[in-house]
């Protein structure tokens, strides 16, 4: 089983090289890893050359942002099992084994969704986080959150989709995971801890600038998902998948209750 690995770097030099390693050290398949920098200008270009000989694929020109530089990365991806990390998250170790087990067991199955750990920039553990249970009715009342790094699809699965929406500047990923299960995709979720990701000033999960686009985004997954607009019912819809999102998982639940959720990516 092949996986493809995208790594998307701007200007984030002092996470690089742990989120790099991160890729390359996982065992248990064959791995492809492509990176893609649109023109860095802190040392991010002279860490990718220090590990040009275990890169497969370099993309080093300018794009639109993110969701672009993902699609050009995954255009030159062959992998039967694909996935991306931001530049300053990291895999944690075992967990490309882990989800090639998941796959080969469950060979219907084409989006596996994991959990994963909030580090702070300086790589100390804040809270742990949790895929929930992908459903589009709950994910059109913004119910259903998949982490990230921690979620692997088959290539068949992206491609059916056509790509990121290279317009969407603010939940790319979101809007990748629904429109796969638009198009027909099947979810597993598994218990193990895959991932890292960073919550801080600077990064953009952090980004209070990004509430407005956000409440944007959930209003277009909405008309995506069910074909109109909202209405005042919908109010209690949305309570109504919120609090059994929290049921179905106490072990979440009890980490928003303790630690408070995560801007962005935790409601």
């Known amino acids: 089983m092949k996986f493809s690995v995208v790594t998307i770097s701007f200007n984030q030099a002092r996470y ?7 890729v390359l050290e996982q065992q248990g398949c064959e791995l492809e890893y492509i990176v893609v920098d649109p023109g860095s200008t ?3 270009r002279d860490i990718i050359a220090r590990y040009r000989h275990d890169i497969d694929h370099c993309v080093l020109e300018p794009d639109k942002g993110a969701a672009d530089g993902l699609n050009k990365g995954f255009e030159r991806a062959t992998g039967d099992i694909f ?20 796959f080969e067991r469950h060979p219907r199955c084409e989006v596996v969704c994991g959990n994963g750990y909030v580090v702070d920039g300086d790589g100390n553990i804040v809270r742990r986080v949790y895929s929930d249970r992908f459903g589009l009715r709950s994910a059109a009342y913004g119910a259903a959150i998949a982490i990230q790094p921690s979620t692997f699809f088959r290539a068949r699965a992206f491609h059916a989709t056509g790509g990121f929406n290279v317009n969407n500047r603010s939940n790319w990923d979101g809007e990748l995971v629904i429109d796969m299960a638009l198009a027909g995709a099947t979810f597993r979720n598994v218990p193990d801890f895959l991932s890292c990701y960073r919550v801080y000033a600077d990064s953009i999960t952090g980004s209070a600038r990004l509430a407005d686009a956000h409440a944007r985004y959930e209003e277009r997954m909405f008309r995506k998902i069910v074909g109109r607009e909202r209405r005042p019912v919908d109010e209690l819809a949305s309570a109504f998948f919120r609090v059994t ?12 209750v303790v630690r408070g959720p995560v801007f962005g990516r935790q409601s």
Not at 16 to 22: C, K, M, N, P, W
Not at 245 to 256: C, I, M, V
């Open 83 to 102: 996935c991306y990390l931001n530049s300053d998250d990291l895999f944690l170790p075992g967990a490309f084994a882990r989800v090639a087990r998941v």
């Open 245 to 256: 999102k929290h049921l179905s998982n106490p072990l979440a639940t009890w980490e928003r």
């Open 42 to 44: 802190d040392g991010s």
């Open 16 to 22: 690089l090289e742990q989120a790099i390693r991160s």
